[in-house]
């Protein structure tokens, strides 16, 4: 017998490169009714979807601005917008990032067109940008709602609400950015519910959720090193760090005495204006004829346990920059001296050559090195959540056979009169006959042990007396003395009295919404108020420096002490679940959250809402109000 379950959405990629900072695969989304095409950037950090608004064309900005940002949105031209005012972005707090986006619901669907076959959604949150900070909009991977100031403002993420309505078999998905330096050019992957088995080679090694949802896919990055074509190779990282894995940005940050490894192995000098590495002709030349490749070596911390190889070519680092991100078109190198161990991460450029696969459900990810050949068709596998049965979902409109637990192939022709057949025959008439008669006979047995048992207890019974119930010995029905009392052991609950016999809870012994001490209640929709202020002190000892792009003034205005306050995610011990875990590894845990998911399904239904804002509102300024009341957008 076969198990239906929803299948994995593969969201194939737009087939342009865009972006000012690189060449980077990007996705076509419809936003709004009817639907406006926009192509977006992949955020793992984020979970909101940002999309360029017509003020982010303004006077002065680069020719045919409109299609170099993957399209604009006008919301005044959707019948579904929703408008929700001015909020802070709240991504990349740590590195100073200042700005705001005006805020809707709307219509979501991803793919050029309908008949895609690619998920679509109403009533999403929706961000407009007109900051050079993001030139290209994001789609943000997370879980975790975007909360707008009051408590009645919170709104699920695209990937929770695609689990809710059974649209996917688990709130997982898989990522990797592309490369356009490859054959001839390969563009990204990303698949919700599942991964593609064809983009990457698997490997054993598995990562726990870091506690800080805002910093969640955090690895331990043991070594870098880079060899040259003639097999020599230079130590990079003098000691190992935790670092977070986010596509939102393109660089790679590091302590500053790595970046310095690396500005004495390659040559690479910072420049004080723009704060990159910019690399000239003669530096490019030197270094592609070197032939260099630069491995990662993560684990899940910075030492001890298994770890995986990631090796990055050259190429991977060889990234154009564009107006308005510099002045002119020039190479540079997407190294980034980080301030403090909050600003440690791997960006895009990392993603390039890793495969990325997040099971929320599980707390875990996993990290692969890609795979490049010609030829190769997509693979794509789900990931099976392990409380799909027990959730209302509606029935799905795709569905997939469950490769783990399905049997092989029934036999067909059984009425055949072949002696195989005859003798299954057999089989199953002796099976039809033996079942019945056995639970015949344990239904004898387990009433007479019964009548035994209450026969017992009445016999031991005189009025007036106190009998104590042993619970290691409880059965279905117990018959109380006349006039006696009976008392109950700590956590029972009680029985009903008057001479009656009274049926105990099998769950009387167990608190049934009691959790481990590693869990926390509602913990995708609700956090702690300490956690946003850790996020604000870092912002504040962070916000003045330098991210290496030239911002400008927005009109819009400035993020000053918002914050995302997103769950943390508790560390937990590390348990393989081999029954829904085909390889490679799919991120499985023993302190999975996947009993928290009714949570999720609470929340989408009836708009549970946090305990705490997550995004400072923001008014209008005179100069936007002013552009509102003529057609804003």
């Given at each position: 017998?076969?198990?239906?379950?929803?299948?994995?959405?593969?969201?194939?990629?737009?087939?342009?490169?865009?972006?000012?900072?690189?060449?980077?695969?990007?996705?076509?989304?419809?936003?709004?009714?009817?639907?406006?095409?926009?192509?977006?950037?992949?955020?793992?950090?984020?979970?909101?979807?940002?999309?360029?608004?017509?003020?982010?064309?303004?006077?002065?900005?680069?020719?045919?601005?409109?299609?170099?940002?993957?399209?604009?949105?006008?919301?005044?031209?959707?019948?579904?917008?929703?408008?929700?005012?001015?909020?802070?972005?709240?991504?990349?707090?740590?590195?100073?990032?200042?700005?705001?986006?005006?805020?809707?619901?709307?219509?979501?669907?991803?793919?050029?067109?309908?008949?895609?076959?690619?998920?679509?959604?109403?009533?999403?949150?929706?961000?407009?940008?007109?900051?050079?900070?993001?030139?290209?909009?994001?789609?943000?991977?997370?879980?975790?709602?975007?909360?707008?100031?009051?408590?009645?403002?919170?709104?699920?993420?695209?990937?929770?609400?695609?689990?809710?309505?059974?649209?996917?078999?688990?709130?997982?998905?898989?990522?990797?950015?592309?490369?356009?330096?490859?054959?001839?050019?390969?563009?990204?992957?990303?698949?919700?519910?599942?991964?593609?088995?064809?983009?990457?080679?698997?490997?054993?090694?598995?990562?726990?959720?870091?506690?800080?949802?805002?910093?969640?896919?955090?690895?331990?990055?043991?070594?870098?090193?880079?060899?040259?074509?003639?097999?020599?190779?230079?130590?990079?990282?003098?000691?190992?760090?935790?670092?977070?894995?986010?596509?939102?940005?393109?660089?790679?940050?590091?302590?500053?005495?790595?970046?310095?490894?690396?500005?004495?192995?390659?040559?690479?000098?910072?420049?004080?204006?723009?704060?990159?590495?910019?690399?000239?002709?003669?530096?490019?030349?030197?270094?592609?004829?070197?032939?260099?490749?630069?491995?990662?070596?993560?684990?899940?911390?910075?030492?001890?346990?298994?770890?995986?190889?990631?090796?990055?070519?050259?190429?991977?680092?060889?990234?154009?920059?564009?107006?308005?991100f510099v002045p002119n078109t020039t190479r540079y190198f997407p190294l980034q001296q980080a301030a403090n161990d909050s600003q440690h991460t791997l960006g895009r450029t990392f993603l390039q050559e890793a495969y990325l696969i997040t099971n929320y459900e599980h707390s875990n990810f996993s990290v692969s090195q890609c795979q490049f050949e010609e030829g190769l068709e997509e693979n794509i596998v789900p990931i099976l959540s392990d409380i799909t049965a027990s959730l209302p979902f509606p029935t799905p409109s795709k569905s997939i056979t469950n490769a783990t637990i399905a049997p092989s192939?029934?036999?067909?022709?059984?009425?055949?009169?072949?002696?195989?057949?005859?003798?299954?025959?057999?089989?199953?008439?002796?099976?039809?006959?033996?079942?019945?008669?056995?639970?015949?006979?344990?239904?004898?047995?387990?009433?007479?042990?019964?009548?035994?048992?209450?026969?017992?207890?009445?016999?031991?019974?005189?009025?007036?007396?106190?009998?104590?119930?042993?619970?290691?010995?409880?059965?279905?029905?117990?018959?109380?003395?006349?006039?006696?009392?009976?008392?109950?052991?700590?956590?029972?609950?009680?029985?009903?009295?008057?001479?009656?016999?009274?049926?105990?809870?099998?769950?009387?012994?167990?608190?049934?919404?009691?959790?481990?001490?590693?869990?926390?209640?509602?913990?995708?929709?609700?956090?702690?108020?300490?956690?946003?202020?850790?996020?604000?002190?870092?912002?504040?000892?962070?916000?003045?420096?330098?991210?290496?792009?030239?911002?400008?003034?927005?009109?819009?205005?400035?993020?000053?002490?918002?914050?995302?306050?997103?769950?943390?995610?508790?560390?937990?011990?590390?348990?393989?679940?081999?029954?829904?875990?085909?390889?490679?590894?799919?991120?499985?845990?023993?302190?999975?959250?996947?009993?928290?998911?009714?949570?999720?399904?609470?929340?989408?239904?009836?708009?549970?809402?946090?305990?705490?804002?997550?995004?400072?509102?923001?008014?209008?300024?005179?100069?936007?109000?002013?552009?509102?009341?003529?057609?804003?957008?």
């Amino acid at each position: 017998m076969t198990s239906l379950q929803p299948s994995p959405i593969s969201w194939a990629p737009s087939e342009y490169w865009d972006g000012d900072d690189g060449s980077w695969s990007s996705w076509a989304l419809r936003v709004g009714t009817p639907g406006q095409v926009v192509r977006v950037l992949i955020s793992t950090a984020g979970q909101a979807t940002w999309v360029v608004v017509p003020q982010g064309c303004s006077a002065g900005a680069a020719p045919a601005c409109n299609q170099a940002r993957g399209g604009l949105f006008n919301y005044t031209q959707s019948k579904t917008w929703d408008s929700k005012g001015y909020y802070a972005l709240g991504l990349e707090l740590n590195f100073g990032y200042n700005e705001s986006g005006y805020y809707g619901l709307d219509a979501l669907a991803l793919g050029f067109s309908d008949g895609s076959g690619e998920a679509s959604l109403d009533s999403q949150i929706v961000a407009g940008i007109a900051t050079d900070d993001y030139y290209v909009g994001l789609f943000g991977l997370g879980q975790q709602p975007t909360n707008l100031s009051t408590f009645d403002n919170s709104h699920v993420s695209f990937l929770t609400t695609m689990r809710a309505k059974g649209m996917i078999p688990s709130l997982s998905w898989s990522y990797t950015a592309g490369a356009p330096y490859r054959l001839k050019g390969v563009f990204g992957s990303l698949t919700f519910g599942g991964y593609d088995l064809s983009r990457f080679v698997r490997n054993e090694v598995s990562f726990n959720l870091g506690p800080d949802s805002s910093r969640d896919l955090l690895v331990g990055l043991r070594t870098i090193f880079f060899t040259t074509a003639i097999g020599s190779t230079t130590s990079l990282l003098p000691s190992p760090i935790l670092t977070f894995i986010d596509s939102t940005i393109p660089y790679i940050y590091l302590p500053l005495e790595a970046c310095q490894e690396f500005e004495k192995a390659l040559g690479l000098i910072l420049d004080p204006t723009t704060g990159l590495y910019l690399v000239d002709d003669d530096l490019h030349q030197n270094l592609t004829a070197m032939n260099l490749s630069f491995t990662f070596q993560i684990g899940d911390l910075e030492s001890g346990g298994p770890s995986v190889d990631i090796v990055l070519p050259y190429a991977s680092f060889d990234l154009v920059a564009n107006f308005p991100f510099v002045p002119n078109t020039t190479r540079y190198f997407p190294l980034q001296q980080a301030a403090n161990d909050s600003q440690h991460t791997l960006g895009r450029t990392f993603l390039q050559e890793a495969y990325l696969i997040t099971n929320y459900e599980h707390s875990n990810f996993s990290v692969s090195q890609c795979q490049f050949e010609e030829g190769l068709e997509e693979n794509i596998v789900p990931i099976l959540s392990d409380i799909t049965a027990s959730l209302p979902f509606p029935t799905p409109s795709k569905s997939i056979t469950n490769a783990t637990i399905a049997p092989s192939t029934p036999p067909t022709n059984i009425t055949s009169a072949s002696p195989q057949n005859s003798t299954n025959r057999g089989l199953l008439l002796g099976t039809s006959v033996g079942i019945p008669l056995s639970l015949i006979l344990s239904l004898f047995i387990f009433a007479f042990i019964g009548w035994k048992r209450r026969s017992g207890y009445k016999s031991q019974s005189e009025p007036g007396m106190v009998l104590e119930i042993d619970s290691s010995r409880f059965s279905d029905y117990v018959e109380l003395p006349e006039n006696g009392k009976v008392e109950l052991e700590a956590n029972v609950s009680p029985i009903r009295s008057h001479e009656t016999t009274s049926e105990l809870s099998s769950s009387n012994h167990l608190s049934v919404y009691e959790l481990m001490a590693n869990w926390k209640a509602a913990s995708i929709f609700q956090t702690k108020s300490s956690h946003a202020n850790r996020r604000l002190a870092v912002r504040l000892s962070t916000k003045n420096v330098p991210t290496g792009r030239t911002r400008q003034n927005s009109i819009w205005p400035s993020y000053q002490n918002s914050h995302d306050e997103r769950p943390s995610t508790a560390s937990h011990s590390n348990k393989v679940l081999d029954v829904h875990r085909p390889l490679p590894p799919i991120p499985s845990s023993g302190s999975a959250r996947a009993s928290q998911l009714s949570d999720i399904l609470d929340m989408y239904a009836d708009q549970e809402k946090p305990a705490t804002k997550s995004l400072d509102h923001h008014p209008i300024p005179t100069s936007s109000k002013q552009n509102l009341e003529g057609g804003f957008f």
